[in-house]
Nanobody
């Protein structure tokens, strides 16, 4: 299984970006999907989480500006980021808890991480 992120880039303050996180492979089910971000020299922080039943949780710093969603038919999660601020600048990572096929009849559950995508918010 692989997670591939896309959608990062540079934007001015107040702008928007939409990140995507696509899972591929022998997937039976994608459970929770989460978005983290990390600034160089700082710990990775949880930004948003979306469960399989679309329950979402957000960090206080992004609540009301970021929206997590998912398309289970495509095994893809999204993070819509609006009203971006310079302090949102970071590398964003997605992670997903995935039930994958192992062999013919068996499955196992593993947490996978995307490669990260850079978001820069500046004038």
């Amino acid at each position: 299984v692989q997670l591939v992120e896309s959608g990062g880039g540079s934007v001015q303050p107040g702008g928007s970006l939409k990140l995507s996180c696509a899972a591929s492979g022998r997937i039976f089910r994608v459970n929770r999907m989460s978005w983290y971000r990390q600034v160089l020299g700082k710990e990775r922080e949880l930004v948003a989480l979306i469960t399989r039943d679309d329950t979402t949780t957000y960090a206080a710093s992004v609540k009301g500006r970021f929206t997590a969603s998912r398309d289970d038919a495509k095994h893809t999660g999204y993070l819509q980021m609006n009203s971006l601020k310079p302090e949102d600048t970071a590398v964003y990572y997605c992670t997903a808890n995935i039930v994958e096929y192992v062999g013919i009849l068996n499955t196992e559950t593993t947490d996978y991480w995307g490669q990260g995508t850079e978001v820069t918010v500046s004038e």
